[in-house]
């Protein structure tokens, strides 16, 4: 089985729309994240969502369900190559999910639902927990051990920021240290969730600041995040659930650009000083070899 979250050359990243939409818009950002992962030399997995079953209101979006959204999301696997990352909000979807999905996702608002971590993790699947929004780092222990106690092959965990007040997130560039020390994990942001403003959108829909998406994620790059997730979308002001925190198609592949430097240029900085602890020449050498893939595509 492939490793999805293993230490690469530069970090991987889960991206797609929110929500399992047409064949004709899966397809179509299948083939341009598929195209990206190829030029920017990025391991992608690509993401949606059959179901959106946290909706704020009754006749929020939710998506085609799990059996037709299966089915799509088999088709984008099929026609595009990309792996596929999807949701599972219960016990009893995982092993339908699991034989189409390569990667299953535990939603934060579920992170420590105990029978749903542990079936996640007898799917034989990887699992990406997502940290809940009132979550401290550490407390992600608990939720990782459930998985991993279910047999899962690989465990990544994602900051997807933290509740400041009523309709706000807040993201604290020092959890993901934290995270790796506290659940001995890859840990992933994502870069979408983290600027929503839950229920401040119209009829109590979350709203968010796509804006601050790129500075967040650089920060998080230099900061120590192992992998990137972005939603992302043709006409994100035209997609049925969550539209304001969507990246444009049309503008991933420059902001991924200057993420990917970022952070190789962060983890280049970070062996060199360690390196220099045993000899100058060595830190100097060690960040010549780590120049940025991405910077020599240009």
């Known amino acids: 089985m492939a490793q999805h979250f293993a230490a690469r050359a530069a970090p991987f990243l889960i991206a797609g729309p929110c929500v399992v939409e047409s064949d004709q818009l899966n397809l179509r950002i299948g083939a341009a994240l598929a195209e990206l992962g190829a030029k920017l030399a990025v391991h992608v997995i690509y993401k949606a969502s059959y179901d959106k079953a946290n909706r704020s209101r009754l006749a929020g979006a939710r998506g085609p369900g799990l059996e037709r959204g299966l089915e799509a999301l088999a088709r984008v696997r099929a026609d595009t190559g990309l792996p596929i990352l999807t949701d599972v909000h219960e016990a009893t979807q995982v092993s339908a999910v699991a034989q189409v999905a390569d990667v299953l ?13 542990v079936a996640a993790g007898r799917g034989g699947r990887p699992v990406n927990v997502k940290k809940g929004q009132w979550m401290s780092p550490e407390g992600m222990a608990g939720a990782v051990e459930k998985v991993r106690a279910g047999g899962a092959p690989e465990v990544a965990v994602t900051e997807r920021g933290s509740f400041f007040g009523y309709g706000d997130l807040v993201v604290d560039m020092r959890s993901f240290a934290r995270l790796r ?6 840990v992933v942001y994502d870069a979408t969730h983290s600027v929503q ?32 997730f972005l939603e992302t979308h043709p006409d994100p002001d035209r997609a049925p659930s969550d539209g304001p925190t969507m990246i444009p198609l049309d503008r991933l592949e420059g902001i991924l650009r200057v993420a990917i430097d970022v952070w190789c240029c962060a983890r280049a900085a970070g062996t060199a000083a360690a390196r220099s602890q045993g000899g100058g020449r060595a830190a100097v050498e060690d960040r010549a070899r780590a120049v940025p893939i991405a910077r020599a595509k240009k």
Do not use: K
């Not at 996702?105 to 971590?117: N, S, V």
């Not at 020390?181 to 890859?186: E, L, N, V």
């Open 105 to 117: 996702q535990i939603p934060a608002f579920l992170c420590r639902q105990t029978d749903l971590l």
């Open 181 to 186: 020390a506290a659940c001995g994990a890859p």
């Open 197 to 228: 403003q839950p229920g401040q959108g119209p009829d109590g829909a979350s709203g968010g600041l796509r804006e601050s998406i790129p500075p967040l994620l650089y920060a998080a790059a230099a900061a120590g995040a192992d992998g990137f």
